[in-house]
């Protein structure tokens, strides 16, 4: 059962670089979600899709970009890293939106920005 | 506009103690609410849930019932044991906006 994965796990970045998180489900969810969570803290939505080619912004979307090409796929890109993007990113998904259904998650990926 | 409120943790407990972990929420409309885990290095992992009213969620011996007139979903257990140690969020779901909104977590520590 592979649900929702994640790459890569853990990544060091310097500042000024840019990467991207990958995140793919193969639950068939339409919903997908990048969730931060900072050192002891909640957790913060910075984007999320209702589906393919639908993108928008959560709390927390300065510094990130995301696309949905597919139902699958919901990459995170991070663009001009900066110290404050050191956290650990989860991916989501959920079926039918938030409607009484679960949200799953990924094993989350560890950035750190020096 | 919504939000969950949860104590703040650390909860340090011995084996075999009985755990509540308290949560109010803030929500328009008729959210679900949700109990997730987080052992450490790992993601979040469903708990349990409730969708309506006075429904009651369990699981692995925890359980939490929905509480529209207080705006509550409190976890509990009968006897923690070890193993239960982790951090604890409580989360609703916001039917209009298929969005999920999760507390600050509540760390759980349980002594042998």
């Known amino acids: 059962n592979a649900g929702v994965t994640q790459t890569p796990k853990f990544r060091i970045l310097k500042i000024g670089q840019s990467m991207t998180l990958q995140c793919a489900q193969d639950?068939?969810?339409?919903?997908m979600y990048w969730y931060r969570q900072d050192p002891g803290m909640g957790l913060k939505l910075i984007y999320y899709?209702?589906?393919?080619?639908?993108?928008d912004k959560g709390e927390v979307p300065n510094g990130y970009n995301v696309s949905r090409s597919t139902t699958e796929d919901f990459p995170l890109r991070l663009e001009l890293a900066a110290p404050s993007q050191t956290s650990v990113y989860f991916c989501?998904?959920?079926?039918?939106?938030?409607?009484?259904?679960?949200?799953?998650f990924g094993e989350g990926s560890w950035l750190t920005v020096v | 506009g919504n939000s969950v409120t949860q104590m703040e943790g650390p909860v340090t407990l011995s084996e075999e103690a009985f755990l509540t972990i308290n949560c109010t929420y803030t929500?328009?409309?008729?959210?679900?609410l949700f109990w997730y885990v987080q052992y450490p290095g790992e993601g979040l992992q469903l708990l349990l849930k409730?969708?309506?009213?006075?429904d009651k969620g369990s699981n692995k011996g925890f359980e939490a019932t929905y509480r529209k007139e207080t705006t509550s979903f409190h976890l509990e257990k009968g006897s923690v044991q070890v193993s239960d140690s982790a951090v604890y969020f409580c989360?609703?779901?916001?039917?209009?906006?298929?969005?999920?909104?999760f507390g600050s977590g509540t760390k759980l520590n349980v002594k042998p």
């Open positions: 989501a998904s959920s079926s039918q939106g938030a409607s009484g259904n679960t949200i799953y």
């Open positions: 639950m068939n969810h339409n919903y």
């Open positions: 899709s209702v589906g393919a080619g639908i993108t």
């Open positions: 929500a328009t409309g008729y959210p679900s």
């Open positions: 409730a969708t309506k009213a006075d």
């Open positions: 989360a609703l779901s916001d039917v209009n906006f298929n969005k999920f909104y």
